[in-house]
C-alpha cells in the first residue's frame, strides 16, 4: 500500500516566491493534517481538514498560508509570499475514520533564501 | 495551549544499556502518542495508551501512561543502535487533534 505521499520533497526558492506544497493522503483516510518542523519549535500543527472541510486553522501563522482540500485524496498547502523564516520541513499526515493513528508522509524540505 | 514537556532532549548511550525519556503534562490527555522519527522521514507511531496506570511492551520498549493521564514514559532495555531517533510523545485533547512534546533525540552507539 503506498503511504502519504508529498511533493515535492525538496523546494528552494527566494524570498517573495509563491510556495505550493503538495499531499495525498492514505485512500480511505478522512483526516488530514498539515504540520511544520524546526528546530526552534518542533513539530506544529498548521491545519486540519475532516471530510474535506477545514476543522481548525489556529495553527496557520499568518495570512501569508493557505490551505485546501478539494477532493478526498488531495491537499495543497500555498505560502505567498514567502519568507526565510518559513523554512522548515512540512508534514502531512492522515488518519483513517476507525483509527488514532496518524501517518505521516516523508515532507517536504523548504528552504527560501 | 497545554503544554508536553519532553526530558531530556538528548541522550547519548551506549549500545546495551537502558535509557528512560519523560513527557510530562500539566493537563489530562484522553490519549497519548509515542512516535519515532529517523532523519529525512516523518514520525512513524510506536504506540497509544489510553487508560492511567497502562503499560504497554513493545519488545524492549515499554511505555507507561501515568494514573492522571498527565504524563508519560518510555523505557528502553538494552538499546541497540537501530533505537537511535528522534522520540516524540503526542496529546490527544480533542479526538484527532495532538500536542506534541519538542522531542528527545536518542543516540546510541555500537
Known amino acids: 500500500d503506498a503511504g502519504v505521499i508529498q511533493s515535492p520533497r525538496h523546494e528552494v526558492t527566494e524570498m517573495g516566491q509563491e510556495v505550493t506544497l503538495r499531499c495525498k493522503p492514505i485512500s480511505g483516510h478522512n483526516s488530514l493534517f498539515w504540520y511544520r518542523q524546526t528546530m526552534m519549535r518542533g513539530l506544529e500543527l498548521l491545519i486540519y481538514f475532516n471530510n474535506n472541510v477545514p476543522i481548525d486553522d489556529s495553527g496557520m501563522p499568518e495570512d501569508r498560508f493557505s490551505a485546501k482540500m478539494p477532493n478526498a485524496s488531495f491537499s495543497t498547502l500555498k505560502i505567498q509570499p514567502s519568507e526565510p523564516r518559513d523554512s522548515a520541513v512540512y508534514f502531512c499526515?492522515?488518519?483513517?475514520?476507525?483509527?488514532?493513528?496518524?501517518?505521516f508522509g516523508p515532507g517536504t524540505r523548504l528552504t527560501v533564501l | 495551549t497545554q503544554l508536553l514537556e519532553q526530558s531530556p532532549q538528548f541522550l547519548s548511550i551506549q549500545e546495551g544499556e537502558n535509557l528512560t525519556v519523560y513527557c510530562n503534562s500539566s493537563?489530562?490527555?484522553?490519549?497519548l502518542q509515542w512516535y519515532r522519527q529517523e532523519p529525512g522521514e516523518g514520525p512513524v507511531l510506536l504506540v497509544t495508551v489510553v487508560t492511567g496506570g497502562e503499560v504497554k511492551k513493545l519488545k524492549r520498549l515499554t511505555f507507561q501512561f501515568g494514573d492522571a493521564r498527565k504524563d508519560s514514559s518510555l523505557h528502553i532495555t538494552a538499546a541497540q543502535p537501530g533505537d537511535t531517533g528522534l522520540y516524540l510523545c503526542?496529546?490527544?485533547?480533542?479526538?484527532?487533534?495532538?500536542?506534541f512534546g519538542a522531542g528527545t533525540q536518542v543516540v546510541v552507539t555500537p
Open positions: 499526515a492522515s488518519v483513517g475514520q476507525m483509527s488514532g493513528e496518524q501517518f
Open positions: 503526542a496529546g490527544d485533547s480533542s479526538w484527532g487533534k495532538l500536542q
Open positions: 493537563s489530562v490527555f484522553s490519549s
